[in-house]
C-alpha cells in the first residue's frame, strides 16, 4: 500500500510537497487538507508512491482526504501541467484557479499559546502584572485571561476567546507580535449546496379554530397550489400586514410544513424584445458553408483548429449556435468563451432558449456557492453547453467536442494574476488534448491568430459581408486640431457630432457614443506648480469622480478622487497639497463628465451610462442593456464595454471620443487595440433595418491605424502593422515576457533587479535578449516598488529556459519568488 502523496498546494514555490499517509491513499486528482507552515491548506494530489523522502526530512501525515475520487481528469490534470510549464507558474496556484470549488472549504484562523506565552503566564502569576506595559491594567488583565484560556495546549477562534475573555482583535494581534500567541489559518469541508426554505400547506389536516391572520396564510398558500417559497410568502405577510410569528404558530400546530430543498438558479439574460433569437435565424450560404466547414471537421474527428474572421453584423452568433447543435447532436459537449461578464446576459438568454437546462454558466461574479453548484453540474454531465468568461475554459464537461472562443482578440481573455494564463491559447491546448474542434471567431482577429492562420496552423473561415447584405456604417472623420482652430474652444463633443446625434434622436433612433475613460477628470493639476494629485499607494494620478451628474460642471473641494488601480479613495482638496496653491485644474473627460454634457445640449433625451461605475455587479448589465433594447435610454455614453458583442438594431449612430490617445502610451500593441476598438464600436451601427453611420473624433487622422479602421480595411491595417513587428521582432515574430520584480521597499526591488541585470549580462542566453533593467511604466502600484525586464525569443524553448534559469538564480540569491512575477505572452507593458 502507498506510503507517500506528493501535494500540489497553491503557493508561490514552483513544487510538490511529500506527506504520509494514514489506511488507504487518497488518488491523483483528489483534493486533500494538509499542514503548511502554520496552516492548514487545501491541495490536489499529483503523486501516490512508495519513495522514501531523503534522510533528516520530517514528514507529515495528511489531514483529510475531501474526494473519494479524482475531481480532475487526466485530461485536466495534464492541461495544468502544460499551463505551468508554458507560463512558468507554480503548479499549485494552477490548479486552484482550475477548482472554483473554494465555497466547499471554510477558512478561519485559530489562536494557540506559544511557550513564551507560557513562561509569560507562569511568570505573572508568581510576580503579578508587569509595570513597564504600556497597555490598561484592565487590558493585561485580559492577556493573562487568554493566556490562561490557551494553557491547555487547544487551539480556540476569535469569538470563543472574545466570550471568554472579552479581549478583542487588536489586543489578539498585539499578543501575537510579542510571540505569546501564534495565529493560525484553518481549513475545514462545509456543506456548499444552495438550500432554501419552503412552505407547505399540509393536506387533510384538521383545521381548528383559527383567527384572521392565520386565515389569511392558509388562503395565501392554497391560491399558489399549496408550495411556495417561506422568503416570498413573507414578503405577501409584510404587504398584508400579517406578523410573521402567526407562520411559526402554523407550523407548531402542523398545519404548514417548512422543507429545506435545493435553490434555483438564476441565469439573467435579456429580454428578445421581439427579435428572433440566434438559433431561430436560417443561415444564409456563406453561414452555412462555415457551419459546414466546422461540421465536417467534428465528423472527422480529431484536433481542428479554426479562426472565423467575419466582420461585424456578419451572423458569427448563429454560426455558433448551429455549430454547437451540431455537437449536441454527435453526442458531444460545447464549451463557449466570451471575454467579459457583461456578454453573459445576452448571449445566456439565447443559449437557454436554444438548450434549455443544458446550460450552465461559470464566471467570477456568481457566488461561491453558486460557481460550486455550476462546476458540479458539469462535471456529473447534467449540462453539456458552458458558457463563461475566461476560467470557463477549465470546465470539467464530459466529451468535449467543440470549444468557441467568441471575441478572441481580446486582451479579458488574458489574466493578470498568478497564473497569467491566455484563456484563448488554453482553449486552444484543451481542445489539442480531447482531439476537439475549436472556432476562435473575430472581426478583428489577433496578430498571432492570423499568423497562425497565414501559416496554414489554423483553417481560416471569412464571413466577409453583413447578414441581409446590410452595408458596413459609414465613417467620417472629424479632425479635433481643425475643430480649435475654428471654434477657440476645448469641447468634449464637436459640432458635428452634436449635429448628428440630434438629427439621429428627431428621427426617433438611437446613439451610442464611446468615451473610453472613466470617471470626470482624469487629472487634477495644480496651476501653479504644475503637480498632479496621485494616488498614495501607486505612481498614477487620481480621477475625479463627482457624486452626481447635476451641478455646473466645475469640480468641487470635498468631491471623490479615486485611484482605478487600487481602489484608494480621498476628497478633493481646497489646496495643492504640494504648494498649497488654491488653482486647482481639472484636465479630461470621462464617461461621468460625457453624460452630464450631454444631458445639457440634449435635455429631452433618454441618456444611460456604461462604465464600471454604473455597472458593477450581475443584473446591473442585464438591467441597462434591457432599458437600451426596450427603447427606455435612446442615447448612451460609456467606456469600451459598450463595444463588444452588444446587438442592438435601434442603434444607427456612433460616435467616438477620444479613443486615439492610447497610440500615445508605451505599448507596441497600442495601434492594434486601436484599431480593435474602433473596428468594434462602429460596428454596433446599423445592425437592424437602417443604415449605421460612425463619427470618429480623432487628433491623429493621418495614422495608419485610425485610417485604416474608418475603411473597415482589416487586412489593410494587419499588413502595415506586421511590417513594423518584423522589423522590431515583437509578435507574432517573437517570443516575448515581462519580468516584474517588485517589492514594498525600493531599496530592495532596484537591489534585485540589479542583481539579475548582472546575472543576465553575465550568462550567456541561446538567442534570447533581455532589455532592461528599468523602472515599470507604472513604477509603485498598491504600495510596491516594480522594474521590469523584457525578453524576447525567437524560439519558445529559449524563452522557457530562459526564465527558469533566472528563476534558479533567484532561488540561490534568496529572492523571494512572490517577489518576480513572471508574464509569458504578455498582453501589457505597463
Known amino acids: 500500500m502507498p506510503r507517500y502523496v506528493d501535494i500540489a498546494l497553491p503557493v508561490p514555490l514552483d513544487q510538490t510537497f511529500t506527506y504520509s499517509v494514514n489506511g488507504a491513499a487518497p488518488v491523483v486528482g483528489a483534493r486533500v487538507l494538509v ?158 449546496r444552495r438550500m432554501e426554505k419552503v412552505a407547505v400547506l399540509v393536506e387533510d389536516a384538521r383545521l381548528p379554530k383559527l383567527n384572521a391572520n392565520q386565515t389569511a396564510i392558509l388562503a395565501e398558500l392554497a391560491a399558489v397550489g399549496g408550495r411556495t417559497r417561506v422568503r416570498d410568502l413573507k414578503d405577501a405577510l409584510h404587504r398584508g400586514g400579517v406578523p410573521e410569528s402567526t407562520l411559526s404558530t402554523l407550523v407548531r400546530r402542523e398545519l404548514v410544513r417548512i422543507e429545506e430543498v435545493p435553490e434555483d438558479f438564476h441565469f439573467g439574460g435579456v429580454s428578445a424584445h421581439g427579435k428572433k433569437h440566434a438559433h431561430e435565424h436560417a443561415l444564409n450560404e456563406v453561414q452555412m458553408e462555415a457551419v459546414g466547414t466546422i461540421a465536417a471537421a467534428m465528423a472527422r474527428g480529431g484536433f481542428a483548429p479554426h479562426l472565423l474572421y467575419g466582420v461585424t453584423g456578419s451572423g458569427k452568433t448563429a454560426v455558433y449556435f448551429a455549430a454547437m447543435r451540431r455537437a449536441l447532436d454527435a453526442g458531444k459537449s460545447a464549451l463557449l468563451l466570451v471575454p467579459e461578464i457583461g ?178 477628470s482624469f487629472v487634477v493639476m495644480c496651476r501653479s506648480c504644475g503637480g498632479k494629485i496621485e494616488c498614495e499607494n501607486c505612481a498614477i494620478s487620481m480621477t475625479y469622480h463627482k457624486h452626481g451628474a447635476e451641478g455646473d460642471g466645475i469640480a468641487k473641494p470635498g468631491e471623490r478622487l479615486e485611484c482605478h488601480y487600487c481602489g484608494f479613495r480621498r476628497g478633493v482638496p481646497k489646496k495643492c497639497p504640494k504648494c498649497e496653491s488654491e488653482h486647482l485644474y481639472y484636465l479630461g473627460a470621462g464617461s461621468q463628465q460625457g453624460e452630464e454634457r450631454l444631458q445639457e445640449i440634449f435635455p429631452g433625451a433618454r441618456i444611460g451610462r456604461m462604465d464600471r461605475d454604473t455597472v458593477r455587479g450581475r443584473s446591473d448589465m442585464e438591467r441597462l442593456l434591457a432599458r437600451l433594447h426596450a427603447g427606455e435610454i435612446n442615447l448612451l455614453v460609456g467606456t469600451q464595454m459598450i463595444a463588444k458583442g452588444h446587438d442592438i438594431h435601434g442603434v444607427t449612430l456612433v460616435g467616438v471620443v477620444g479613443a486615439d490617445f492610447a497610440l500615445g502610451l508605451p ?142 538564480f533567484a532561488e540561490t540569491r534568496e529572492i523571494p519568488r512572490r517577489n518576480l512575477l513572471v508574464d509569458v505572452d504578455a498582453m501589457h507593458l505597463m
Request: glycine share 6%.
Open 343 to 520: 456578454l453573459t446576459p445576452a448571449m445566456t438568454g439565447q443559449l437557454v432558449a436554444a438548450f434549455g437546462d443544458e446550460v450552465a454558466l461559470l464566471h467570477s461574479q456568481l457566488t461561491p456557492d453558486e460557481r460550486a453548484e455550476q462546476w458540479h453540474r458539469i462535471r456529473r454531465g447534467n449540462a453539456r453547453v458552458v458558457v463563461g468568461t475566461r476560467s470557463a475554459v477549465f470546465a470539467p464537461l464530459v466529451k468535449l467536442g467543440l470549444i468557441i472562443v467568441d471575441e478572441e482578440h481580446d486582451g479579458s481573455y488574458k489574466q493578470e494574476e498568478t497564473p497569467r494564463y491566455h484563456g484563448r491559447d488554453v482553449a486552444v491546448m484543451r481542445a489539442k488534448l480531447n482531439d476537439a474542434v475549436i472556432v476562435l471567431g473575430s472581426a478583428t482577429p489577433s496578430l498571432e491568430s492570423w499568423s497562425n492562420a497565414e501559416k496554414g496552423r489554423y483553417a481560416r473561415i471569412e464571413m466577409r459581408e453583413r447578414v441581409m447584405s446590410r452595408p458596413l456604417p459609414a465613417v467620417e472623420m472629424v479632425d479635433m486640431r481643425n475643430e480649435f482652430r475654428e471654434t477657440g474652444q476645448e469641447q468634449i463633443f464637436s459640432r458635428r457630432l452634436i449635429e448628428e446625434t440630434q438629427a439621429t434622436l428627431d428621427r426617433g433612433e438611437q446613439a451610442i457614443i464611446l468615451l473610453n475613460r472613466r470617471g470626470y
Open 35 to 192: 499542514p503548511f507552515s502554520g496552516q492548514r491548506l487545501m491541495g490536489v494530489v499529483m503523486r501516490v508512491h512508495d519513495d522514501t523522502p531523503q534522510e533528516n526530512f520530517a514528514v507529515k501525515p495528511v489531514q483529510q482526504v475531501l474526494d473519494d475520487e479524482a475531481l480532475l481528469s487526466s485530461e485536466l490534470m495534464e492541461l495544468a501541467r502544460w499551463i505551468a510549464q508554458y507560463y512558468v507558474a507554480p503548479l499549485g496556484e494552477v490548479l486552484r484557479g482550475m477548482l472554483p470549488l473554494g465555497a466547499e472549504v471554510k477558512r478561519h484562523f485559530v489562536y494557540r499559546i506559544t511557550e513564551t506565552g507560557r513562561k509569560v503566564l507562569y511568570e505573572g502569576a508568581a510576580k503579578g502584572a508587569s509595570r513597564r506595559s504600556k497597555l490598561s491594567p484592565e487590558d493585561q488583565n485580559r492577556e493573562y485571561s487568554v493566556l490562561n484560556y490557551l494553557e491547555g495546549g487547544e487551539a480556540a477562534k476569535i469569538s470563543a476567546l472574545r466570550s471568554a475573555t472579552q479581549a478583542n482583535k487588536a489586543l489578539l494581534e498585539g499578543m501575537v507580535k510579542k510571540k505569546w500567541l501564534v495565529r493560525e489559518a484553518v481549513a475545514e469541508e462545509r456543506d456548499a
Open 667 to 808: 505599448d507596441f500593441r497600442a495601434a492594434e487595440r486601436v484599431f480593435q476598438l474602433l473596428t468594434q464600436v462602429s460596428g454596433r451601427a446599423g445592425r437592424g433595418e437602417l443604415s449605421g453611420k460612425v463619427l470618429v473624433q480623432t487628433y491623429h487622422p493621418e495614422h495608419y491605424a485610425v485610417k485604416f479602421a474608418s475603411a473597415h480595411d482589416y487586412t489593410g491595417f494587419v499588413a502595415k502593422e506586421m511590417q513594423y513587428r518584423r522589423w522590431m521582432h515583437y509578435p507574432p515574430y517573437a517570443m516575448l515576457a515581462n519580468v516584474v520584480v517588485q517589492s514594498e521597499r525600493l531599496e530592495e526591488a532596484a537591489g534585485w533587479s540589479a542583481e539579475l541585470g548582472r546575472w543576465f549580462q553575465q550568462t550567456r542566453l541561446d538567442k534570447v535578449r533581455v532589455l532592461g533593467p528599468a523602472a515599470a511604466p507604472i513604477s509603485r502600484l498598491k504600495r510596491i516598488y516594480r522594474f521590469h525586464f523584457v525578453l524576447k525569443a525567437e524560439k519558445r524553448q529559449a524563452l522557457s529556459a530562459a526564465l527558469r534559469a533566472m528563476l534558479h
